[in-house]
């Protein structure tokens, strides 16, 4: 327990760090997921975009790069990280590879989650000379943003699950706390200190995620 006080600003940090990584992560990749999201849903067969060739290479990627576990993400895009960072290990290696974790992870969530708009909605648009880019920022965005909230909530737990493992790279972060001063000292009362602020975290981010997700959906 008493190390535990000695570490507490050292805690601390390793918050800060988290809270970092997974914002820039959710940012950026909630951003770039939300257009390969909405370009998977408008060009497959009988989207508002039609494009076959366009679908299948974005479905590929897709398929491609989500399932594959975040540690073995990380080793393998480190050549990638280092080109477009300067450096294979690190805070930067780390977010860059959360940001493309999270791209084509929130891209496959967006795409399931706008496919339950209903089509006679967007059909009326159509009607109504309404264009695809108006129809997809007036219609398919907005009457999907009650799941499309829920679908974040959930990619941004992932993505703290994903930023445990900064350590394999040289970042920080609770995770990386959590094994460098309880786990490989045998601490338990440090371990579980950043476990249970890992545990705050996400569960402030479901109950907002749901709260938010609650009022859209009752509009």
């Not at 491609?64 to 080109?83: D, E, Q, S």
Request: aromatic share 8%.
């Amino acid at each position: 327990m008493d190390r535990l006080i000695e570490l507490l600003p050292a805690l601390g940090q390793a918050a800060l760090e988290t809270l970092l990584y997974v914002g820039l992560a959710m940012l950026i990749g909630g951003v770039v997921g939300l257009v390969i999201g909405v370009l998977l849903t408008t060009t497959r067969t009988g989207g508002l975009l039609e494009n076959k060739p366009t679908y299948w290479v974005l479905n590929v990627l897709v398929n491609f790069f989500r399932p594959i576990p975040f540690i073995i993400l990380v080793v393998g895009l480190m050549p990638l990280a280092r080109l477009i960072t300067g450096t294979g290990i690190g805070d930067p290696a780390l977010i860059f590879t959360l940001i493309f974790a999270a791209s084509f992870g929130i891209a496959r969530l967006v795409e399931q989650n706008l496919l339950t708009v209903p089509p006679g909605q967007i059909e009326a648009a159509r009607a109504m000379g309404a264009g695809p880019f108006r129809i997809i920022t007036t219609v398919l965005i907005p009457e999907g943003l009650g799941p499309l909230v829920l679908g974040y909530t959930f990619a941004f737990i992932a993505v703290v699950d994903m930023s445990a493992m900064a350590g394999a790279v040289g970042a920080g972060g609770l995770g990386d706390f959590a094994l460098k001063y309880g786990f490989r000292q045998f601490n338990p009362w440090v371990t579980w200190s950043a476990v249970l602020l890992i545990i705050i975290l996400v569960q402030l981010a479901q109950l907002v995620g749901n709260l938010v997700s609650r009022r859209l959906l009752r509009r």
